[in-house]
């Protein structure tokens, strides 16, 4: 799939609006074209989240609001937005997953991170991952579920 980088396990994706937002702009002339992002894995992050520049570039439809409790301890609140995350799979043959997805938005430039998201435990959760130690890789083991969304 991808390789562990210095910052972790990096998934290489495109993330765009959830289906339903996509075909109502894209029936009102407003097509927005899923944009490419790198999604570091965190299995300590109960929730995805994504930068805030892709929730504004993608016009990202809100559904509520989360409170978070991230590294600082501290809780904040969080928009939750509906998003696809288009994932691309080698087996049986090379395909794109499209994977529907809830994200919080989280600030920009978080430390020196070169990472525009995080896909936690309410993503990894549909999937089982191994780690080759040998040549620092990882794969997703098994054919992606369905993600419930709305």
């Known amino acids: ?43 300590g992050a109960e929730m995805s989240l994504v930068s805030e520049r892709f929730v504004r570039a993608l016009d990202l439809r809100c559904v509520g609001d989360m409170t978070i409790t991230g590294i600082s301890q501290r809780p904040e609140v969080h928009q939750v937005y509906l998003a696809t995350l288009h994932m691309p799979a080698e087996e049986p043959e090379p395909q794109l997953v499209m994977i ?23 993503f990894l959760a549909a999937f089982n991952f191994a780690y080759a130690g040998t040549t620092d890789s990882f794969a997703e083991q098994d054919t992606p579920l369905v993600l419930g969304g709305s």
């Open 100 to 122: 529907p997805l809830r994200v919080a938005s989280m600030r920009e430039n978080i430390g020196r991170s070169q990472f525009d998201g995080l896909l936690g435990r309410s």
């Open 1 to 43: 799939m991808n390789n562990l980088e210095r910052e972790g396990a990096i998934l290489l994706a495109k993330l765009g609006p959830d289906p339903r937002r996509a075909q109502a702009m894209d029936a009102g002339g407003n097509f927005i074209a899923p944009l490419p992002v790198r999604m570091m894995i965190d299995t």
